[in-house]
């Protein structure tokens, strides 16, 4: 079996009827590549940079940061690198101390975190977005926001990256001036008003990790709820067929990276509801690219909007079992 799926390694993603499918991989740390390069992923959908951190109790430099995010573009080779900016604080309990010190309070997912921090920190900011434009020149490197919810965080964002270009410009240090910059749908507020992020963004990733989450309200890291943490809730499959209609209807791609778009029982599920671009952990990359090569789109639409009427989780699990049906 696992050597039927090592020959799907440089095969193409694409479904019976021919719809190209990107597989992309999340990583933590530049000593993923070989895994990432392994299952075969097409890039980096998300690099996980809060993981530079771990086991240190300050921030990395720039040139430090710079070095990881290059090995991780070189070793990519070609193939695009979706850098997310820290994503710090909450269940990632990786605070250096001096940064965020006792600042992330009673109820952290809740508080400062990610995007948030980066705002409230500039100099840290401004460091880490160097760094990542001084990448962009060794491949095509793509910048990821964690954590949005407001149009105003977006703008100060993108207020930032200018100033870091510029910044660099003065230094006479090179990058990609048109880098995408893209950002995380995982808090309902932005799957609802996705407006506001689908006219200033060049990209969006749905992390479904956080969206069920806040959607639900159910600590993801707590385990006395975990069995109400449920992808297959209809207000989460709604929020995230919203965006992906909302996306293709303006041009601008989603995909999604949380941990839903690794999970093979999920994959026919997606596409039927628009999906063409997912990003998990490597180990998961062939798996679901065998469900791809079986799947035929055409078939599974109209079988999908059924299925997204249904109210009960417990009967749209019932009816996505008969989609998988004998394809598992
Ligand atoms: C997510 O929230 O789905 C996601 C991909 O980000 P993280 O798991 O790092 O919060
Ligand atoms: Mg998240």
């Given at each position: 079996e696992r050597s039927k799926l090592r020959r799907l390694k440089t095969a193409k993603a694409t479904t019976l009827d021919g719809v190209e499918i990107s597989l992309q991989a999340n990583i933590e740390l530049p000593s993923d590549v070989p895994a990432a390069l392994d299952g075969g992923a097409e890039g980096v959908g998300l690099f996980r940079t809060e993981f530079l951190f771990l086991d240190r109790g300050e921030l990395p430099s720039e040139d430090e940061q710079f070095e990881a995010y290059r090995k991780v573009v070189k070793g990519m080779d070609g193939r695009p690198v979706t850098i997310r900016s820290f994503d710090l604080g909450a269940d990632k309990d990786l605070n250096p101390e001096g940064t965020l010190g006792d600042r992330v309070k009673t109820n952290p997912a809740l508080g400062l975190r990610a995007i948030r921090v980066s705002l409230a920190e500039p100099k840290m900011f401004q460091t880490q977005l160097r760094a990542i434009l001084r990448a962009s020149k060794y491949g095509k490197v793509r910048l990821l926001i964690p954590m949005l919810a407001h149009a105003h965080e977006i703008d100060a964002t993108l207020a930032a990256v200018e100033q870091a270009k510029s910044s660099l410009r003065g230094d006479r240090i090179g990058f990609d001036a048109s880098i995408e910059i893209g950002g995380m749908i995982e808090i309902p507020a932005a799957a609802l008003a996705i407006g506001m992020f689908l006219r200033r963004l060049d990209f969006l990733s749905i992390g479904t990790n956080d969206l069920i989450q806040y959607t639900l309200a159910i600590d993801r890291t707590d385990e006395q709820v975990a069995p109400l943490y449920d992808p297959l809730h209809p207000a989460?499959?709604?929020?995230?067929?919203?965006?992906?209609?909302?996306?293709?209807?303006?041009?601008?791609?989603?995909?999604?990276?949380?941990?839903?778009?690794?999970?093979?029982?999920?994959?026919?599920?997606?596409?039927?509801?628009?999906?063409?671009?997912?990003?998990?952990?490597?180990?998961?990359?062939?798996?679901?690219?065998?469900?791809?090569?079986?799947?035929?789109?055409?078939?599974?639409?109209?079988?999908?909007?059924?299925?997204?009427?249904?109210?009960?989780?417990?009967?749209?699990?019932?009816?996505?079992?008969?989609?998988?049906?004998n394809v598992a």
């Open positions: 989460v499959l709604m929020l995230i067929a919203h965006t992906l209609h909302s996306g293709e209807k303006a041009g601008i791609p989603v995909s999604v990276c949380g941990e839903l778009a690794g999970d093979p029982a999920l994959t026919r599920l997606l596409l039927g509801m628009g999906l063409r671009s997912f990003s998990m952990h490597p180990a998961q990359i062939l798996e679901v690219k065998s469900r791809v090569l079986k799947a035929n789109i055409g078939e599974l639409a109209p079988q999908v909007r059924r299925i997204l009427r249904l109210e009960e989780p417990a009967k749209i699990r019932e009816q996505l079992e008969r989609l998988n049906g």
